[in-house]
Nanobody, 128 residues
Framework: QVQLVESGGGLVQAGGSLRLSCAAS????????MGWFRQAPGKEREFVVAISWSGGRTAYADSVKGRFTISRDNAKNTVYLQMNSLKPEDTAVYYC?????????????????????WGQGTQVTVSS
């Protein structure tokens, strides 16, 4: 498995920005897509965004399109999530994840049960 550690969360006012990082170690990082999910209190974990192993393909939840940007640096074994124009409804614990699949087909990356390695999460709180 891959060990993942998120950082960069915090408290920000609505309209502000945060940049989350996810540092990976263990199994080869660059061969698999990476995903970000989030979970708000009392709600199920939901897909936010995913990126292919090369970084050339991405998929975003409609709720964050145009505001969030995912990127990865395979040389640093790190994935980033730049979050702009934050809204109170973005408040959640954010998790990065990866799995053993290396393909970008069938939209599997939208499903949390397809990932087998998760970070501990980082709290993002957006005040109104």
């Amino acid at each position: 498995q891959v060990q993942l550690v998120e950082s960069g969360g915090g408290l920000v006012q609505a309209g502000g920005s945060l940049r989350l990082s996810c540092a990976a170690s263990g199994r080869t990082f660059s061969s698999s897509p990476m995903g970000w999910f989030r979970q708000a209190p009392g709600k199920e974990r939901e897909f936010v965004v995913a990126i292919s192993w090369s970084g050339g393909r991405t998929a975003y939840a409609d709720s964050v399109k145009g505001r969030f940007t995912i990127s990865r640096d395979n040389a640093k074994n790190t994935v980033y999530l730049q979050m702009n124009s934050l809204k109170p409804e973005d408040t959640a614990v954010y998790y990065c994840a990866t799995g053993s699949r290396t393909d970008w087909s069938g939209r599997w990356y939208y499903r949390s049960n397809e990932y087998d390695s998760w970070g501990q999460g980082t709290q993002v709180t957006v005040s109104s």
